[in-house]
């Protein structure tokens, strides 16, 4: 994800100084060249031989080490970032670049950059709070600097509030969105994803294999493109994505509810869920005794909400997903027309690296005009971006 992108990480003089180790770790797995400068107080913390180890570059410490140099290093290193990130960012460090401040190797090279700069605040509460603090911090949100905000918590100074770094994970998450260009702000998306539990007793259900892989990979991305997203979601076993609205569901009928009572306020709903077609004509209220011999589990159809979706579209956007295991297009062409969706994603769930639980998903994406797509072997994050591709060229096209 963040191939061909050179990060700059800054570290300045906080006890979360160690929790930047761990984002650097997912900075370089995601692929990016990572360049990490640290003040001279973050070393009091962390030894510049860690970041050095695991960024496989070397730590920029000294501003006047580097003027021996034949291109001047802070001037350089700031021409080539994409981003710069400083976590934990004290209040001091934040009071000093909302004053144009460039009196160390770090200050001067944010200054000197013309790329995105994310700051992730740690510090005391009381200096969270400072409205010195607070008005610096306004001061540089207006001229553009991205913040991810402490959070609650026990902090190393005895006290407990705000202004604890937030985790790594999301501080992560927040890069990647300041680097994707943001060509779906403004939309409300609705994405459907994982199974449903359809309840036979209190111990007993019915379900499917669907992990709910594809579906919050697709919230994710679509996060990350600038729009507003729900995520409605039966049981998973994934985390729930950053900035997205979370929904937990657990049989057909309550995703029918959840999914009816927002479609109002979507423009595009992409229902990944492999919803259960029948549930069981009654839920027994005891656990249900073994008899001898055979068993018949009496089933009544689940409302298809595709379907219901199909029937009053207004301008929203449908995209609509098939899994199958024969006749692929020739089913997913039905169900295109059917359902009355704008774009429809196919999958046969028995081909090597596509359907549950996997990683990779092959797919092929059905337009309404007889187009098929097939774009063959991708990553889930991969097909996500495609769809959401799709999906920003279809807005434009009914604009
Ligand atoms: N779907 C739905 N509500 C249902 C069943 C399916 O909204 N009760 C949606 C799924 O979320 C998916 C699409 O319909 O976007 C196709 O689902 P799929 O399981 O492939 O097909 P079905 O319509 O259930 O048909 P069949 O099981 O006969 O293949």
Not at 216 to 234: D, E, F, H, K, M
Not at 273 to 282: F, I
Not at 328 to 344: G, M
Not at 349 to 374: C, I, K, P
């Amino acid at each position: 994800m963040l191939n061909g992108k050179t990060i700059i990480l800054g570290v300045t003089g906080g006890i979360a100084a160690y929790k930047s180790v761990e984002l650097l770790r997912l900075l370089t797995k995601a692929g990016g060249d990572v360049h990490v400068i640290m003040t001279r107080s973050a070393q009091e913390f962390v030894t510049p031989l860690t970041f050095q180890t695991l960024s496989r570059n070397p730590v920029q410490t000294e501003l006047f080490n580097l003027m021996g140099e034949r291109e001047i290093g802070h001037i350089s290193l700031a021409d080539r970032a994409d981003l710069f990130v400083i976590a934990p960012a004290t209040a001091n460090v934040i009071g000093k670049l909302a004053c144009g401040i460039a009196d160390d190797m770090l200050t001067t090279t944010v200054m000197a950059t013309r790329g995105t700069v994310v700051l992730a605040p740690a510090m005391n509460v009381n200096m969270y709070l400072n409205p010195i603090y607070q008005g610096n911090e306004e001061r540089l949100r207006r001229h553009g600097y991205l913040f991810v905000d402490p959070v609650k918590g026990d902090l190393a100074c005895g006290w407990e509030g705000e202004g604890k770094l937030q985790t790594p994970e999301i501080i992560f998450q927040e890069v990647l969105k300041a680097l994707t260009p943001s060509d779906l702000a403004g939309e409300s998306l609705l994405v459907t994803a994982g199974p449903t539990r359809e309840e036979i007793d209190p111990v007993r259900y019915l379900s499917n294999h669907s992990s709910g892989k594809m579906g919050y990979a697709i919230a994710r991305a679509a996060w990350r493109r600038g729009a507003r997203v729900t995520l409605i979601s039966g049981p998973t076993a994934l985390p729930a994505p950053w900035g997205v609205e979370m929904v937990s569901v657990e049989s057909a009928g309550e995703m029918y509810d959840a999914v009816m009572a927002r479609a109002g306020g979507s423009s595009v709903i992409i229902k990944a869920a492999a919803v259960a077609d029948y549930r069981p004509v009654l839920r027994a209220g005891e656990k249900l005794k073994k008899q001898g011999g055979t068993m018949t589990l009496e089933l009544v159809k689940n409302r298809d909400i595709l379907t219901e979706l199909g029937k009053d579209k207004g301008r929203r956007l449908l995209v609509g997903f098939a899994a199958e295991t024969t006749e692929l297009l020739h089913n997913a062409r039905k169900k295109l027309s059917e359902k009355n969706v704008d774009l429809l994603v196919a999958n046969d769930v028995t081909e090597v690296g596509a359907g549950f639980s996997v990683e990779t998903n092959v797919v092929h994406l059905l337009h309404r005009d007889g187009r098929v797509e097939a774009p063959g072997l991708l990553s889930k994050e991969a097909v996500a971006n495609l769809i959401l591709t799709r999906v920003g060229e279809l807005l434009r096209e009914r604009e």
